[in-house]
């Protein structure tokens, strides 16, 4: 079974910092996905990011980017130039890759501030 | 695209109780998930559905919990009797494919008392 793991129960940044949230997961597959999820206080679950593991490239979207390491199963997540708007729960996720519907495994979740 | 469109988003009841969640998946994916998440346990697959069809329940906590995927459009989620230990946030999910991760609803916050 995979299992995915979030050192960092809380963090607190000022705003315009950059910001790194760790990731680790353990599994025996070779091909799968990550994502990286934001809930803020609405409760609303939004998708980040995403980076297939076959991939070497790590993928960024605008002001945020992981850094994929395959062999040290770590998948970190860096929120550059931070917003107030950024003051969420973060969850990391896996996913293999199978044919068909797969379930999504989430972290504990890192609760990110950002501070005036 | 109106999302995922879950409904009620609060309900609060009392023990023993029946309840039912509805989820509205976006057209034209294929597969629909429900999670629950608490603040011991995080977010939990209770069970997913692709092409209507169940495929993965072992996440159900026990035969209290019952769910159905009627047609493409509908998902329901029924608690019968319910209890305070129920008391949580529900998610429904749906997905068009693997890659492209899962859409979230808004969820709906559960209420035993």
């Not at chain 2, 989820?23 to 597969?31: A, L, Q």
């Not at chain 2, 559905?49 to 329901?76: C, H, L, Q, Y």
């Given at each position: 079974a995979q299992t995915v793991t979030q050192s960092q129960p809380e963090m607190s940044v000022q705003e315009a910092e950059t910001v790194t949230l760790s990731c680790t997961y353990d599994t025996s597959e070779s091909n799968y996905y990550l994502f990286w999820?934001?809930?803020?206080?609405?409760?609303?679950?939004?998708?980040?990011?995403?980076?297939?593991?076959?991939k070497q490239q790590n993928a960024t979207e605008n002001r945020f980017s992981v850094n994929f390491q395959k062999a040290a199963k770590s998948f970190s997540l860096k929120i550059s130039d931070s917003q107030l708007g950024d003051t969420a729960m973060y969850f990391c996720a896996f996913m293999k890759h199978a044919w068909g519907a797969q379930k999504l495994v989430f972290g504990q979740g890192t609760r990110l501030t950002i501070n005036p | 695209d109106a999302g995922v469109i879950q409904s009620p988003r609060h309900e609060v009841t009392e023990m023993g109780q029946e309840v039912t969640l509805r989820?509205?998946?976006?057209?034209?994916?294929?597969?629909l998930f429900w999670y629950r998440q608490t603040m011991m346990r995080g977010l939990e697959l209770l069970i997913?559905?692709?092409?209507?069809?169940?495929?993965?329940?072992?996440?159900?906590?026990?035969?209290?919990?019952?769910?159905?995927?009627?047609?493409?459009?509908?998902?329901?989620?029924?608690?019968?009797?319910?209890?305070?230990?129920?008391?949580?946030?529900y998610f429904c999910a749906s997905s068009p494919g693997t890659i492209y991760g899962y859409t979230f609803g808004s969820g709906t916050r559960l209420t035993v008392v």
């Open positions: 999820y934001k809930q803020p206080p609405s409760r609303q679950m939004i998708l980040v990011i995403r980076q297939e593991a076959y | 989820c509205k998946p976006i057209s034209g994916h294929n597969s997913y559905f692709n092409n209507n069809v169940p495929i993965d329940d072992s996440g159900m906590p026990e035969d209290r919990f019952s769910a159905k995927m009627p047609n493409a459009s509908f998902s329901t989620l029924k608690i019968q009797p319910s209890e305070p230990r129920d008391s949580a946030v």
